[in-house]
């Protein structure tokens, strides 16, 4: 397809009759035709027909766009209606498409430079011509969003309102709030995030990940960083949550909120009871129960209430209370002297030594090929997935991530069961299958393919 150049000069309210570009479907050749109309509407360059608005034309003109073979044409026919334009009010109009297209759907390679040339030299005239660069240098480094929003957001942009307030919760019950635009992706909030902490290696960024819960937790799963957050955000029922998911990056701890960040997620993870301590170990439970009482800075003896949610629910029926209250006492007198930052550390240290630090760890029901006597922990990181018996801490099976050639999700084998998981893996001449039941089955696979596709830079098809 090359442009008309010779149909280009027509003025602003002409219209046309055949695509500006040479187009050999008539079908196709129609539809640009209608476009080049539904522009000059949405304009104001021409009456909008009967039961027709703003919105309406807006998803008309973005719909032809999904049609790869139409979108060059549809942005030569708007760098027309905004070339010379003696309407300031309709020009705006004009820019105001050219700035959502941009970051919608990506032009040819063909078409690129000129566009990128068009815009440069706009850019100085129109305020919108910067914004367009912007939204279209994101959208060749993440595809652009493609998926047409939701009215409401439409709507929104047509009245001028880009920019919205999120909230992202936070291990620990602290919400981070940021502002995104039209066009926001994951990994610019994760980058922004991170810098609050003091994290600027692209390494370590790339391990924190923001999790989607969606129907009060009906469905969990982690964000691409290329996902335009617009697309889910704008959804009902939908909350954003962010959490250390890689570990690979050595601990630093010269930045209070990173110290207060990582506390937080270590601590939920210890009293879920994920990261798991003996319950015949009574001096390191009474250690971690006094560092946590110290985090909170507080200057009063711990009551029965504090005690009780510094210990783990599993392990309460299984210690004495007593015992763990008068070494609490003696812990703490051990550490006079230490801030709440210092006793946030400590825990922390003390928690990487669990053989699951570092680890997402899930709790699982039932395995296919092991014979369990109760739920297994099951712990998930970039290398592979790993069981382990929660009383010996021992593992039990070891399957590297790069020898996964195959998921599945199983449906509950009872009425009100949990759902599985089905992974094929080893080599081709030699497969194996294993399957697991955790009611967070869709979760898991989900965060396995976020893992694989983090660590390969591929897309891993191995969703079925």
Request: hydrophobic share 35%; net charge neutral; glycine share 6%.
């Amino acid at each position: 397809m090359h442009p008309r150049l010779t149909v280009l000069p027509l003025g602003p309210q002409a219209h046309i009759q055949e695509s500006l570009l040479s187009i050999s479907d008539e079908d196709t050749s129609r539809q640009a035709v209608a476009g080049f109309q539904a522009l000059m509407q949405f304009m104001g360059d021409q009456s909008r027909p009967r039961g027709k608005d703003k919105l309406d034309l807006l998803y008309e003109l973005l719909r032809l766009c999904q049609d790869e073979s139409l979108r060059d044409e549809i942005y030569c026919q708007v760098i027309k209606q905004v070339t010379g334009h003696p309407r300031q009010d309709h020009c705006a109009r004009g820019w105001s498409f050219l700035s959502l297209l941009t970051g919608f759907f990506p032009p040819s390679t063909t078409l690129m430079p000129y566009l990128t040339k068009f815009l440069q030299d706009s850019g100085p005239s129109q305020e919108l011509a910067q914004s367009s660069q912007e939204h279209l240098q994101r959208t060749v480094k993440y595809g652009g969003r493609q998926r047409l929003p939701l009215p409401g957001e439409m709507q929104a942009f047509l009245k001028g309102q880009t920019v919205h307030l999120v909230l992202i919760h936070l291990p620990g019950g602290t919400d981070y709030k940021t502002n995104i635009r039209t066009f926001t992706v994951v990994a610019e909030v994760l980058e922004e995030m991170c810098r609050q902490m003091g994290i600027t290696e692209p390494q370590e960024v790339q391990e924190f990940a923001l999790f989607l819960h969606k129907a009060e937790g009906k469905l969990v799963r982690p964000l691409r960083h290329s996902e335009y957050l617009n697309n889910v955000v704008m959804e009902k029922d939908v909350s954003l949550h962010s959490r250390r998911l890689g570990w690979e990056t050595p601990l630093h701890f010269n930045n209070p909120t990173y110290i207060s960040t990582h506390y937080s997620q270590v601590r939920q993870d210890y009293l879920q009871g994920k990261l798991r301590i003996s319950a015949q170990a009574d001096a390191q439970i009474a250690r971690l129960a006094a560092l946590q009482h110290l985090s909170r800075d507080k200057k009063t003896p711990p009551s029965e209430q504090d005690l009780l949610a510094y210990i783990p629910k599993l392990l309460q029926w299984e210690i004495s209370m007593t015992t763990i209250k008068d070494l609490m006492g003696q812990e703490l007198r051990k550490l006079q002297g230490h801030s709440s930052q210092d006793a946030q550390i400590s825990f922390i240290e003390a928690m990487s030594q669990l053989p699951l630090f570092g680890y997402a760890i899930y709790v699982v029901l039932r395995v296919s090929r092991l014979p369990l006597t109760g739920p297994t922990l099951l712990g998930l990181n970039h290398q592979h997935l790993l069981l382990m018996d929660p009383s010996s801490q021992k593992p039990r099976c070891s399957i590297s991530l790069k020898n996964l050639q195959r998921l599945r999700l199983l449906s509950p084998q009872e009425e009100g069961g949990p759902p599985g998981l089905e992974i094929n893996y080893g080599l081709a001449d030699s497969p194996q299958t294993t399957w697991f039941e955790l009611p967070q089955a869709q979760e898991l696979l989900y965060t396995i393919i976020f893992l694989l596709n983090n660590t390969c830079s591929l897309e891993w098809p191995g969703l079925n």
